[in-house]
């Protein structure tokens, strides 16, 4: 059983167009970040939430953590080509160690 | 600053085998964890090493085993290759081993067994 679930799993938008991606869970997380990996690369941290209903906005970006810490969107006004990448979700709880989601792969086509 | 760097880039084995991957830490780091990618997954948590010492386990055999050096570069050593073995190995570097603290990942070494 995935811990942390994300929808949709493939995404693929023309350039401009908005989009929503979301990690959901049961478990309450005291802190959830988000991640975009490109090909032959590692993970590259966007933002860290910890707070319920904490809204962060990194330029097109805009992430959101749930009232009750359970789930996150990331919301991408007016994508680019170079937003094409697989965004993960990962979730710390305590001092256990971070849980990732299987990610969103996201395509945007010119 | 150097960022974190893995070697090597690819590998091939065969199954039974044993094969070593190596991190560098970004500067200043103290602490690395791996992890396992297999394709069409998120990063599973293999090990943490701070200060040299194993701090935190995930749930892998202990065919899978690590070593964190003085400098603070580090290895992971899994012994009978399995195929499902085959995944990216990602290292992740970050400041005092801190749930909370940044990471900050490598390229990953692709590990393939045949």
């Known amino acids: 059983t995935q811990l942390l679930e994300q929808s949709p799993q493939f995404l693929s938008i023309q350039e401009g167009e908005n989009l929503t991606v979301y990690c959901n869970s049961s478990?309450?997380?005291?802190?959830l970040q988000w991640y975009r990996q490109e090909p032959g690369e590692g993970p590259v941290l966007l933002v860290t939430v910890v707070t319920g209903g904490e809204v962060k906005k990194l330029k097109r970006l805009t992430f959101q953590f749930g009232d009750a810490r359970k789930d996150s969107s990331l919301h991408i006004t007016a994508a680019q080509t170079g937003d094409t990448g697989l965004y993960l979700c990962a979730g710390a709880r305590g001092n256990t160690p971070l849980v990732f989601g299987k990610g969103t792969r996201l395509s945007v086509i010119a | 600053e150097t960022g974190v760097t893995q070697s090597p880039t690819h590998l091939i084995k065969t199954r039974g085998q044993q094969v070593t991957l190596r991190c560098s830490s970004q500067s200043g780091h103290n602490t690395v964890s791996w992890y396992q990618q297999a394709l069409g997954q998120g990063p599973q948590f293999i090990f943490q090493?701070?200060?040299?010492?194993?701090?935190g386990r995930g749930n892998f055999p202990p065919r899978f085993s690590g070593l964190q050096f003085p400098n603070y570069s580090s290895e992971l050593n899994v012994n009978a290759l399995e195929l499902d073995d085959s995944a990216l190995y990602l290292c992740?570097?970050?400041?005092?081993?801190?749930?909370?603290?940044?990471?900050?990942f490598g390229p990953g070494t692709r590990l393939t067994v045949l």
């Open positions: 992740a570097s970050s400041l005092n081993g801190g749930v909370t603290d940044t990471q900050y």
């Open positions: 090493y701070y200060r040299e010492e194993e701090n």
């Open positions: 478990s309450v997380f005291s802190s």
